[in-house]
């Protein structure tokens, strides 16, 4: 199995992701972000004009933070954007340079990631999250059971917070409330 990018020790360790709810504060979110952090443009909202728009805004500054931009599109629109990747699920290999970040919720999603090659897997929800109230969730010990299994570097997700990801005990962790 080849990976598209990087080994495990370069994908970043903290990742904010966007959506409605964050859109007003991300400049000062992503200003705070550790240099060298993931982040993940969502902004389904928005018609697709308007979301080109908005991430082109924000991409100066990732940059200068020296953040992976990925977008949650296809790889054409990821390309067009001058993004360095795509968010979620995929059936195919990705354009050179370009990176994928899955999305997986349970085992048959982690091994359809790591066959694909994902350079990495945002795996939820870990925690309660504030989008799915009362929804399932996998807790400590059931991330840990997929985390652990996997080949891809796993960034846990779903209600995270500093203190969550101490509590889950793991490095990589993304949130949008958590981080905004």
Do not use: C
Not at 63 to 77: C, F, L, N, P, Q
Not at 102 to 117: F, I, L, Q
Not at 156 to 178: H, N, Q
């Amino acid at each position: 199995m080849v990976r598209h990018q990087s080994p495990d020790t370069e994908v970043p360790l903290l990742w904010l992701l966007s959506d409605e709810r964050n859109d007003g504060v991300l400049e000062a979110a992503i200003a705070r972000l550790p240099e060298g952090s993931g982040f993940v443009f969502r902004h389904y909202h928005l018609p697709e004009d308007e979301r080109a728009n908005r991430f082109a805004g924000l991409l100066p500054s990732l940059r200068a933070g020296k953040h992976w931009a990925i977008v949650s599109d296809t790889y054409e629109t990821a390309v067009q954007w001058g993004a360095d990747g795509v968010y979620g699920p995929s059936n195919r290999m990705p354009p050179a340079g370009m990176k994928w970040i899955a999305t997986a919720h349970d085992d048959d999603e982690m091994v359809d990631a790591d066959r694909g090659a994902a350079d990495a897997i945002m795996l939820s929800p870990v925690f309660q999250t504030r989008s799915h109230p009362g929804g399932e969730v996998l807790g400590i010990e059931g991330f840990h059971r997929l985390a652990r299994a996997s080949v891809a570097p796993v960034i846990a997700l779903g209600g995270m917070t500093a203190g969550r990801a101490r509590e889950l005990d793991w490095p990589r962790w993304a949130a949008i409330d958590g981080l905004s």
